[in-house]
C-alpha cells in the first residue's frame, strides 16, 4: 500500500468522504449525536469495524460528538485502506445515527 499525497487525498475526500478532512497526517472525521450514550455506541462499533480490518483509529469522545482521525502507520500517512475504514464508518452512521 502507498502512501497518497496531499492532492490524491483531496480528490479522493472530495469523490469518496466529503464530510471527512485532512488534519496534520490523519484522515478526519467529527460526528454527531442526540446523546453522550448515542456516542458510546458508535464508538463500541467503531471497535468492532476497526478489529475486523486491523486498522485502528484514534477516537475522541465528547457530549454528542465523536472525533475519529485515521492514518496508516506503516506508511506515515494517509492511503486507500484509510478511505475503506473511512467509508465503512458513514455507512454505519448513515443507517444508524441519520441527524
Do not use: C
Not at 17 to 42: M, Q, T, V
Not at 55 to 66: A, E, L, T
Not at 82 to 92: G, M, N, V
Request: proline share 3%.
Amino acid at each position: 500500500m502507498n502512501k497518497l499525497t496531499e492532492p490524491e487525498i483531496n480528490i479522493k475526500i472530495t469523490q469518496e468522504a466529503p464530510k471527512w478532512f485532512l488534519e496534520g497526517k490523519d484522515l478526519s472525521r467529527e460526528f454527531i449525536f442526540d446523546s453522550y450514550l448515542d456516542s458510546i455506541e458508535f464508538v463500541n462499533a467503531i471497535g468492532l469495524v476497526s478489529e475486523a480490518m486491523d486498522h485502528h483509529p484514534v477516537i475522541h469522545i465528547h457530549w454528542g460528538k465523536v472525533l475519529v482521525q485515521v492514518h496508516t502507520h506503516s506508511i506515515g500517512g494517509v492511503g486507500s485502506l484509510d478511505f475503506e475504514l473511512a467509508s465503512s464508518l458513514d455507512k454505519f452512521y448513515l443507517l444508524h445515527h441519520s441527524v
